[in-house]
């Protein structure tokens, strides 16, 4: 069954750690994002990739990385330089030509 | 600097009734759009998409409106049920796409 999985669901931060956030895909998609939602707000891109080994900023790169080692595979690590990583974080991929984006269900992150 | 925006941030809608929701872009070189639900807890899915060659595109209850010069579409769902009651994403741009804040829409029975 293709699709995107994100792990964990959930997960808690204590500030000044970095965590990684998985996202795993079978649907053999080039390109991967990321995206940060917050109340209010809409989804806000952080970094994404459109082929191995390659990864580009989006709008709010700051204070997170990615790596792109495997077309399967695209973590990202919120690093203790993000001021505000609490949020609802998504990952999608997209195919080609005229698609829509296919998400995962997202990671909660929190700092305790 | 919000290129896709969606003014309303709720909308409560009598099953049985139309529900609109509407989405404003900037950038007139925009040429694919789309709207996406999202539940709680879960990853936003695909419902429908426009690109700029058409004013209307339409799927079963969804049909999507898409006014160029004014850079505006809308979605209307007819009839709404309960279980369309999620937050809908409107989604603009040429390949990276730029998303509005959401709508939350309420059917009530």
């Known amino acids: 069954d293709g699709g995107i999985t994100q792990s964990p669901k959930y997960l808690f931060r204590k500030e000044g750690q970095n965590v990684t956030l998985s996202c795993e895909q079978n649907?053999?998609?080039?390109?991967m994002y990321w995206y940060r939602q917050d109340p209010g707000q809409g989804l806000r891109l952080i970094y994404y990739?459109?082929?191995?080994?390659?990864?580009q900023k989006g709008d709010i790169a700051e204070g997170y990385s990615v790596s792109r080692e495997k077309k399967e595979s695209f973590p990202l690590t919120v690093t203790s330089a993000q001021k505000n990583p609490t949020a609802f974080y998504l990952c999608?991929?997209?195919?080609?030509?005229?698609?829509?984006?296919?998400f995962g269900d997202g990671t909660r992150l929190s700092i305790l | 600097d919000q290129q896709v925006k969606q003014n309303s941030p709720s909308l409560s809608v009598q099953e049985g009734r139309i529900s609109i929701l509407n989405c404003d872009y900037t950038?007139?070189?925009?040429?694919?759009f789309l709207w996406y639900k999202k539940y709680p807890a879960e990853g936003p899915t695909f419902l429908i998409s426009?690109?700029?060659?058409?004013d209307k595109n339409e799927d079963g209850r969804f049909t999507v409106f898409l006014n160029k010069s004014a850079k505006h579409l809308s979605l209307h769902i007819v009839p709404s049920q309960p279980g369309d009651s999620a937050v809908y994403f409107c989604?603009?741009?040429?390949?990276?796409?730029?998303f509005g804040a959401g709508t939350r829409l309420t059917v009530k029975p």
């Open positions: 990739s459109q082929i191995v080994n390659d990864f």
């Open positions: 649907l053999n998609h080039d390109a």
């Open positions: 989604a603009a741009g040429n390949n990276d796409m730029r």
């Open positions: 426009i690109s700029s060659i058409k």
């Open positions: 999608a991929t997209y195919g080609a030509g005229r698609q829509p984006q296919h």
């Open positions: 950038n007139s070189m925009f040429d694919y």
